[in-house]
């Protein structure tokens, strides 16, 4: 594939974990001493970022990239059960991740349809 799909691609996968991540949160919030997951996207946004500076970057090395890295969040003070899990963040990120990944689906689907409009030839 290409840079600009290769780059959409791993956005939808980015979206994707932080809708995982964000739900397994949610479904943990009431265990007692569950601390809350977060994503580290710093490798991917920095071939992003790299790709959008240099379009020589290699489409291969964006398909090999995972997205993210899962830790726990031990910056966060508990409630008194010891969880570190904001119900009203956690859902908000659940949205958002939720929109992200409908936005970008939407666009890769009208890059295919362009894609299959040139290479049927019409005008």
């Keep these: 594939m290409d840079l600009t799909t290769e780059a ?3 956005g939808i996968h980015m979206a994707r974990m932080r809708a ?5 949160n949610v479904a943990n919030a009431d265990v007692d001493g569950y601390r809350a997951r977060r994503l ?3 490798q991917a946004v920095g071939l992003l970022h790299q790709a959008a500076m240099d379009p020589t970057t290699s489409a291969e090395r964006l398909a090999a990239a995972h997205g993210a890295s899962v830790h726990v969040d031990e910056s966060e ?6 969880t570190t899990v904001s119900l009203d963040s956690e859902v908000a990120e659940l949205e958002t991740a939720g929109l992200d990944f409908q936005s970008l689906t939407t666009v890769m689907s009208r890059r295919f349809a362009l894609m299959q409009l040139a290479l049927a030839g019409r005008n």
């Design 20 to 24: 995982e991540v964000a739900s397994t």
């Design 77 to 82: 003070v508990g409630s008194a059960s010891g």
């Design 40 to 42: 580290d996207f710093g």
């Design 8 to 10: 959409i691609r791993l």
